[in-house]
Each structure stands twice: as structure tokens, then as C-alpha cells.
């Protein structure tokens, strides 16, 4: 099934070289003038002190800083607790579900860990200076608030299948609660909207954008456009990335947790390593570092609205990157073998955590530090090309790195958003093999589209779209948030009565 999938994209990719000029033209044509009326309109931004504040940021922010509140920081307390459970304290294979709590939440991460976390962060600072940092982490603490909610009800209210799947996500606890309420109409209006929106979205955020990072950096560091070998084979290079993500997400959650569980390990560490390694050597800049996060997110000189403009951008970096609010992730999470849905909502904590406060500020160190040393080295450079100057800077073959870290980032990324739409489709179209074998075909082909053509329209819309969202999906949160903290009552309860069930022995269960 995977070798003839695979050769049907191979045929039906043939002609791409040859029309991707004229597809360009004819996609931009068609869908610019729609992509920029959304993008408007998800995107709107009002004047607040000299500063723009997109009303998106501001509503997932403000989500974050409600459930934080509301869960009593819940954030920062239920991390020991969170680890525990990933360790597999509270695991039982015998429960419901696909996957083990590690590999959901690796899953997870691998969906929000992507370029961003080497070039966005590095456009950030450019942007708004070193302070923007320090925003950007406290956007990533709150969000774990609201991760937490997400995929509480995520397992929840997840779908039970025939096979022994399961199918779970802001859609089923849209529906579902809502219909709890009273409001089933408005719950199956708003899943049937969340739906549309992950599949059409994962197949330009989730898909296309990676990919074409991916094969721009492999490009780069083999000479650049006019000296590559694959300068002019963006169809091939993409035919081959597809070919290696149909490999892993033909097989299911459980194929692309398997791989997630052992990549998503890896590059974090290869990439925090590294991260480390010119820390290690910047160290004394450390200090500089350390001091111009803190006075620049509180008085910032050069920002159109001064700290709070700074502010405006660290919050958009960290949403944008940990996706918090947005739901995706909810929808990794739910395959999680578990009969105690909390477990999940604990476990979630550590999404955020590790993608915007470890992953993202290690960037932000780097370039930081490297500001320290060379202060105007950013100056015409894109986002990930300045984390590559960064490091090249201590280290000369630094750009290979980067473009390793790139590629696996951006790879990570593409199979579990394959994931995140699949689930969307099939709660639109119905469970069942052929719908899920078009789906994957669909998207692999988007892999190569997004290698072989710019299509920067259809990307515009698929990423005005994903935030577009998240006005449902945090809808549905605040009505549903009291479900969640009963839960989280009767689990802490449980814990407190030593009564919570706790994973046996291998030799125990034999």
C-alpha cells in the first residue's frame, strides 16, 4: 500500500516543472484577492499607545491569562506532576487509547516545534530587540494554561472508534459540549467549522511552508540557487520528502508516534546541544544577554509603542510558535491511552514549556549574545539565515547544522500536521480506509507543490485561516472550563487519597 501510494505521487508529480509558472500566476490570481480580505479580518490590528495590537494575539493572551488564573497557576505547579506522568507512572496499556502519554505528547511537540523556533525568533529580536524575549517567554508559561484545557477535553470527549482508534480534538468537544448545553446546533456548526479549517490549514502551515524551508536551506548550504544541484529541482527534492513523509504517516498514529517518539528527542537535544555549545563559548556575554531582556521589555528605545510594542511582538512570536489556543494540539494528545482525561491535560504542560521557553529562548540567547559581539550582524539577513549567521559565527559549518535542525524541525512537523488534518477530514467526510488514504495522498502531493512552487497566496490563507480557529476553539474552552477543573479536582482528589491508579511491573501483569 505504501510503495504503490508512493508511485502514484511520482506520476502524478511528472508534469509539475513544466506548469509550476503558469500555477503560480493562476493561484495567486484566484485566491489573492480572497486571502487578503481574511488576513484582514483575522489579522486586524487597532493603535494602542503608538503600538498595532492584532485582536488575535490579544484573544489568545487573554484566554491564557484567564486559565491561568483560573486553574491557580496550575502552569507552574502541575510540572512535577506532569513529569511523573510522561515517565509512565500512571500508564496502563489496557486502557483506551493508541499511544503512550510520551509519545502523545512527543507528537504534539513535533507539530509545534518547527522553523519558527530558529528563524521567527530571530525576527522577533530583529524587530523588537532583545525584551521581545522576555515577553515571549511569559506568553509561553500562560499558554500552558491554556494547552492544559485543550487537551483535558480533548480526551475527554473524544470519539471511540469501531477498530479500537480513537478520534479527539476541539471538533468532538465543540459538538460535544455544546449538545451538553443544550446547543447542539451551534456545537456542530462550530466542529464542522474547526474541521474545515485544521484540513485546509495543515496543508500550507502545516505542510507546504515547511517544506519549502526546508528544501530553501538545503539549497543554501550546498551553494545557493544559482550553484545547487537542486537550485532548479524543487520537484524533486519534494518528490523525495514526500515520498520519506508517506513512509511514516501511511501507518497511522502509531507509525508517526514511533517516529516522533525517537525524532523529536533527538533534534531537541541536537539542537539545544548546539544551542549550548555557543552559549558556552558567547559566555561572556551572558550577562549583556541577561540585562537587555529584561530593561528592553520594560523600556524599550527604537519600537514604534515602546514596551508595549515590544510586548505585542514577544506575545505574537510565542502564540504563533506553541499554537496555544489554537487546538491543534489537542488533537495529538487525544490518542493518548488513558481512561483519566486530566492525565493528558497535565502531560500538555510541558508542550509550551519546551518549545517556547527552552527551544525558543535558547535561540534568543544565541542571537542575543551574538548582538553583544557583532551589534548590527542581523541587518538584511531573514529570520533563520540570522540564527545561521549566529552561530556560524563561533563555529564555520554551523549552517550545515542549522539546515539539519532545519530539515528535522520542518519534517517533524509535516507528519503530525498530517495527523491534525486527517483527523478534520475524517470528522467531516466519516471514519474509513479510502477517505483516509485520499487524504495522505492529498497531502503528500502538498509536500512536493510546496517545494516545487511559491503559492504564497494559498499560504496567506491556509495561515490566516489556523488562527481563525481559534475564535471557536477558545470559545468553547471558556464554556466548557468548569468540565475541565472537575476533572482536575476529582484526579487531584484521587491523588491525595492515594486511590489515583499507578502503572505495574512488566513482571507484575505477567
Known sequence: MKYRTILTLLALMAPLPALAADIDAWVDSLMGPVTEALSSVVFFSVPLFGAELPLVVLWLVAAAVFFTGY???????????????????????????????????????SGTVGI??????????????????????????????????????????????????????????????????G??????????????????????????????????????VTGGFGSSWFGDKGWL??????????????????????????????????????????LFMNREALPFALQAIVSGAFSADGVAGGALGVMVIGFQRAVFSNEAGIGSAAIAHSAVQTNDPVTEGFVS?????????????????????????????????????????????????????????????????????????????T?????????????????????????????????????ALVFLICVPNIIGLYLLAPVAKRELQRHLQQIRDNKAPRAEPAAARS
Open 71 to 109: 486553574f491557580g497557576f496550575l502552569n507552574v505547579r502541575g510540572l512535577p506532576h506532569a513529569l511523573r506522568i510522561v515517565r509512565g507512572t500512571y500508564h496502563d496499556p489496557e486502557h483506551q487509547g493508541e499511544v503512550t502519554h510520551f509519545q502523545a505528547l512527543a507528537t504534539a511537540v
Open 116 to 181: 519558527g523556533n530558529i528563524g521567527g525568533v530571530a525576527v522577533a529580536i530583529s524587530v523588537g530587540g532583545p525584551g521581545a524575549a522576555f515577553w515571549m517567554i511569559a506568553a509561553g508559561i500562560l499558554g500552558m494554561s491554556t494547552k492544559f484545557v485543550e487537551c483535558t477535553l480533548g480526551t475527554l470527549y473524544r470519539r471511540e472508534n469501531p477498530d479500537g482508534s480513537v478520534s479527539g480534538g476541539p471538533m468532538y468537544y465543540l459538538e460535544r459540549g455544546f449538545a451538553e448545553r
Open 183 to 220: 446547543r447542539a446546533a451551534a456545537g456542530k456548526f462550530l466542529g464542522r467549522f474547526y474541521a474545515l479549517g485544521i484540513v485546509i490549514g495543515c496543508m500550507g502551515i502545516g505542510n507546504m511552508f515547511q517544506a519549502n524551508q526546508a528544501y530553501v536551506q538545503v539549497v543554501n
Open 237 to 278: 527534492f519534494g518528490l523525495m520528502l514526500a515520498a520519506l513523509v508517506a513512509l511514516v504517516i501511511l501507518g497511522g498514529i502509531r507509525s508517526i508516534a514511533r517516529v516522533t517518539g525517537k525524532v523529536v528527542p533527538f533534534m531537541a537535544l541536537f539542537y539545544c546541544a548546539g544551542a549550548l555549545l555557543i
Open 349 to 425: 504542560l510541558l508542550e509550551p514549556f519546551i518549545d517556547t521557553v527552552i527551544i525558543s529562548t535558547m535561540t534568543a540567547l544565541v542571537i542575543i549574545t551574538t548582538l553583544y559581539y557583532v551589534p548590527g550582524f542581523t541587518e538584511g539577513l531573514g529570520g533563520i539565515e540570522m540564527t545561521s549567521r549566529a552561530f556560524e559565527r563561533n563555529v564555520a559549518w554551523s549552517p550545515y547544522f542549522i539546515a539539519v535542525a532545519g530539515f528535522l524541525f520542518a519534517f517533524s512537523t509535516m507528519i503530525a500536521w498530517s495527523y491534525y488534518g486527517l483527523k478534520g477530514w
Open 427 to 463: 470528522y467531516l467526510v466519516g471514519e474509513g480506509r479510502k477517505a483516509e488514504a485520499a487524504f495522505k495522498l492529498v497531502f503528500c502531493l502538498f509536500v512536493v507543490i510546496g517545494c516545487s512552487m511559491q503559492l504564497g497566496a494559498i499560504l496567506d490563507f491556509s495561515d
